[in-house]
């Protein structure tokens, strides 16, 4: 089973600044199946990134994704008031097929 | 992307089946690139997939719950539907269906969420 292990567990920063947002997994996972996802309370995840950097549709070009076998990152160039919210990495492989890392809260500083 | 919407009883007592559906807006639902999953939130902890299935009726169901665990989708009415049998405490959580895109093993639509609680 691979685990996905997202840090930090909170990050508080101010709009404007740079969010840097880690998910590392156990084992090695295809690039073509990490997608990150926004959540913000009592709404629907919204997904942001799929095959590890490629941006969903609607999705601001200050939101970007990086990275390959067990270490990915979530990049939000510039904080806007909106992107407060809850983070997940997810892959698809290994049995449970889909699996999700526990998030990281993005909180105003 | 679209507005899934997850419908069925906010309360179901223990040992009893939990019976949610989801309806998929449009005829998305006879397409061959995306299967349709369910997804939950128990209160403070991380999101668990419970399973998926495809437009032919073909499943496959998280390993931890497979034992309890029936997807069953219905084309005529754009709907998917999730049963849990012999539910605990434990199965309290916010349930969500979701679009799963077969190319990428992403979730790219998500209804709101419906609030399951277990209790007597």
């Known amino acids: 089973e691979i685990v996905l292990t997202q840090s930090p567990g909170t990050l508080s920063l101010s709009p404007g600044e740079r969010a840097t947002l880690s998910c590392r997994a156990s084992?090695?996972?295809?690039?073509?199946?990490l997608a990150w996802y926004q959540h913000k309370p009592g709404q629907a995840p919204r997904l942001l990134i799929y095959g590890a950097s490629i941006r969903a549709t609607g999705i601001p070009d200050r939101f970007s994704g990086s990275g390959s076998e067990t270490d990915f990152t979530l990049t939000i160039s510039r904080l806007e008031p909106e992107d407060f919210a809850v983070y997940y990495c997810?892959?698809?492989?290994?049995?449970?097929?889909?699996?999700f890392g526990l998030g990281t809260k993005l909180e105003i500083k | 992307q679209v507005q899934l919407q997850e419908s069925g009883p906010g309360l179901v007592k223990p040992s009893q089946t939990l019976s949610l559906t989801c309806t998929v807006p449009?005829?998305?639902?006879?397409?061959?690139?995306?299967?349709w999953t369910w997804i939950r939130q128990p209160a403070g902890k991380g999101l668990e997939w419970i399973g998926l299935?495809?437009?032919?009726?073909?499943?496959d169901y998280n390993p931890s719950l497979r034992s309890r665990v029936t997807m069953s989708v219905d084309r005529s009415n754009n709907q998917f539907s999730l049963k849990l049998s012999s539910v605990t405490a434990a199965d309290t959580a916010v349930y969500y269906c979701?679009?799963?895109?077969?190319?990428?093993?992403?979730?790219?639509?998500w209804g709101q969420g419906t609030l399951v609680t277990v209790s007597a």
């Open positions: 997810q892959q698809f492989g290994n049995s449970p097929m889909y699996s």
């Open positions: 979701a679009r799963l895109s077969a190319f990428n093993g992403s979730f790219d639509s």
């Open positions: 084992q090695s996972v295809f690039s073509t199946y």
């Open positions: 449009g005829g998305s639902i006879r397409s061959g690139n995306y299967y």
């Open positions: 299935i495809y437009t032919s009726g073909s499943i």
